[in-house]
């Protein structure tokens, strides 16, 4: 089925593979050694030299080099080991947390030190770092936030901003709000921020001219081969294809060579994860088991990271993830990639005011990222299951988040950051005015902004913009405390922030069912949620509890960590902080007032319509809510797969909806609402 095609450049090999990686920070003196000498050897160290006269000498650079030449670990280092970060913090951001955890707990090895001190990272509910940290890694919604607090960055030096080609929404605007930043400090004499901006592949033109022409530092080499190879015809079933491929190297390739396959979400990945263990358990070969590992961004973080543990021996380790391993990560033992060539993406409908998940073709650059995890330790194989021509076809980048995704979010932090001018701000690809207008239209129906001349944040939105947390879950905690059920939106809020409590193992789940049928509440899922959360508190968190009742009790801790988060927020913002008891209606009520604009109706026919558009929706299955027929829901959010489901409900009444926003109502008025 798959033909050699084009194998990548074979350059020299630098140096033996890299054995122990591990999640230890504190490590022995020879691994201490060997990770320097390792270090020595990736090809960015012998442009060491060179890079820091260039980055000295100038206030932006862009660095582009091969994946796994070393950027991403190395240029921190060199930039500490220095002196160019003159005593602050070095900050480089990723679009992803697992990247930003993964690559920090490798460079505090290289540097002998706990993450959490002179290495850390900060990702949303989560900050390792300490005064004593100077290279601090962090996702680019963390940077964004700090910035909103304080807008000339005092505390860096030196901003990285790294995988810059996957151009987030976050990222994007981070370019802005960096060089904004590095002006005013050189207008008012703070000593200068340095704006280092990374990638393996980007349009380098592009981001050259918005960067004042800042100039483009090329790193050649690349440390390991890779043989890519491409299917012959196009696949109809790239599922079907993937597992073929899979199997077929599972076949040949010698022991100790892992796999890594990228599908596009977590329903395909764990059933593909059965698939594949069970074709597996039929085919065992005698020495080699397969340890099949699924990875995807609603999996729990501690789950996140065991993939990145060494293979034991007789095994072969199989990773099926989301593009969540795309980038900057390096995932010890694998030396296969097979790239299904698709990814999910948001996509936002401005019309509809909707941003829903599909499956589309990954771009070239994703593609080279993909091909880039398997020749980090040792020479790699990558097999693309679409053919050549089709690569080819691929758009050579991905379309910048800021152009397929609602807007409301960002724009609060723009407000939150001063920037009242949205229109005329500095985007490196600016999304349509309708997009901006929208996003501002919903940030003023939730009344986070006045709409005069100069949009400008109303108090609430100030608070809102205090939470990080989508405006609409903000606007549904500051609801709470007109309605005193402040603790209860807290820990349903909390809950929804992590990734599911419930646990429903396909082996198990009529038992998970019956066990978790308790807590279920023919109000929706929020107060299901409540109801879980006061029974795990009434056992104190009792881990066997968790385990008979199907509860995730990583996540219920997760969930209690973020609870405590935003309930200092609420402290901060002097909110009273009481408890509606066993009165369940008004926390329906805030969930209304903050999620009005995602409400349905159900019709004669038995389906389901939104208001907002009246587009056909159901109920998704893993709802409290979906064998009941109530008149209106609201829900968190939409996914389509084959149907478009709405996810976490809440029974409502037709009067609180209008009730929440009668303007936006005027024109949609609910028809049973009186
Ligand atoms: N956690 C890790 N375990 C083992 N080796 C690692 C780890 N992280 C990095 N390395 C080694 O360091 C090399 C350089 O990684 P680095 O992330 O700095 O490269 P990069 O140029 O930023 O790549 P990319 O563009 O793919 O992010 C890898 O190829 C790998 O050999």
């Not at 591990?22 to 090809?43: V, W």
């Not at 290289?110 to 900060?122: D, I």
């Not at 095994?315 to 390096?330: D, G, L, M, Q």
């Not at 008004?586 to 939104?610: D, H, P, S, V, W």
Request: proline share 4%; with cysteine.
């Amino acid at each position: 089925m798959l033909a050699e095609a084009s194998p990548a450049k074979k350059q020299r090999i630098m140096g033996p593979s890299h054995q122990g990686n591990g999640l230890g920070s504190i490590q022995n003196k020879e691994n201490y050694q060997k990770l320097q000498i390792e270090r020595l050897q990736l090809p960015i160290y012998s442009a060491r030299k060179r890079l820091l006269q260039e980055i000295q000498k100038l206030d932006t650079v862009i660095v582009i080099g091969e994946t796994g030449s070393g950027k991403t670990t190395q240029i921190p280092q060199f930039l500490l080991e220095s002196g160019m970060h003159r005593g602050k913090t070095i900050a480089i951001t990723q679009p992803r947390r697992v990247a930003a955890i993964t690559v920090s707990q490798r460079v505090a090895e290289e540097k002998k030190t706990a993450v959490g001190r002179l290495v850390g990272y900060c990702v949303r509910f989560e900050d390792m770092t300490s005064e004593a940290t100077k290279i601090k890694y962090m996702t680019d919604g963390m940077l964004l936030r700090e910035a909103i607090l304080d807008p000339q960055l005092k505390r860096y030096s030196v901003v990285i901003l790294d995988e810059a080609h996957e151009r987030t929404i976050h990222t994007d605007v981070l370019f802005g709000v960096v060089k904004d930043c590095q002006k005013e400090r050189r207008k008012k004499g703070i000593p200068p921020l340095k704006i280092i901006v990374m990638s393996a592949t980007m349009d380098v033109d592009h981001f050259s001219r918005y960067f004042n022409n800042a100039p483009v530092l090329y790193l050649e080499g690349r440390q390991f081969p890779i043989q890519v190879y491409y299917a012959c015809n196009p696949q109809s079933d790239y599922l079907f294809a993937s597992l073929v491929t899979l199997f077929k190297i599972h076949k040949e390739a010698p022991k100790g060579h892992d796999i890594l396959l990228f599908l596009t979400g977590q329903e395909e990945i764990e059933s593909a994860v059965q698939s594949i263990k069970e074709i597996s358990r039929d085919k065992e070969q005698e020495d080699l088991t397969l340890i099949v590992c699924p990875l995807y961004a609603a999996l729990p973080s501690q789950a996140q990271l065991r993939v990145f543990q060494p293979t034991p021996k007789g095994a072969r380790k199989v990773i099926v993830s989301t593009n969540i391993a795309e980038t900057s990560v390096t995932i010890h033992g694998i030396r296969y990639v097979i790239d299904c060539g698709m990814v999910k993406a948001k996509v936002y409908n401005p019309n509809s005011g909707l941003d829903i998940l599909k499956v589309v073709r990954v771009s070239k650059a994703q593609a080279l990222q993909r091909t880039g995890r398997a020749g980090r330790e040792s020479p790699g194989t990558c097999y693309r299951l679409y053919t050549e021509s089709e690569y080819e076809s691929l758009q050579t980048s991905t379309v910048p988040e800021i152009l397929r995704c609602n807007l409301a979010s960002v724009m609060l932090q723009l407000l939150a950051l001063g920037i009242s001018d949205i229109i005329n701000f500095d985007f490196m690809d600016k999304p349509d005015t309708e997009s901006i207008v929208s996003a501002l239209d919903q940030l003023h129906l939730l009344g986070a902004v006045e709409k005069a001349d100069n949009i400008q944040l109303t108090q609430l939105g100030k608070q809102m913009a205090a939470f990080p947390l989508d405006p609409r879950m903000s606007k549904t905690i500051l609801a709470a405390k007109d309605y005193d059920c402040l603790e209860e939106v807290l820990s349903v809020v909390s809950l929804l922030s992590v990734e599911s409590i419930l646990v429903n193992p396909a082996r198990k789940r009529a038992e998970a069912m019956a066990a978790q049928q308790k807590f279920m509440s023919s109000d929706g899922d929020h107060i299901t949620l409540l109801n879980i959360y006061k029974s795990y508190k009434g056992v104190g968190g009792n881990k066997q509890w968790c385990q008979e009742n199907f509860i995730n009790n990583r996540n219920m801790k997760t969930a209690m960590d973020v609870r405590k988060q935003l309930r200092e927020i609420c402290q901060r913002l002097e909110l009273p902080l009481k408890s509606c008891g066993q009165d369940m209606t008004c926390i329906r009520k805030c969930m209304t007032i903050g999620y009005f604009m995602n409400a349905a109706e159900l019709q004669a026919t038995g389906e389901f319509i939104t208001l907002s558009t009246r587009k056909p929706v159901s109920i998704h299955p893993s709802s409290a809510l979906f064998r009941c027929k109530p008149a209106y829901v609201i829900y968190n959010e939409l996914v389509q797969t084959s149907k478009c489901y709405m996810r976490d409900l809440c029974l409502v009444d037709p009067d609180w909806l209008y009730a929440a926003a009668p303007n936006y109502f005027r024109r949609k008025k609910p028809a049973n609402s009186n």
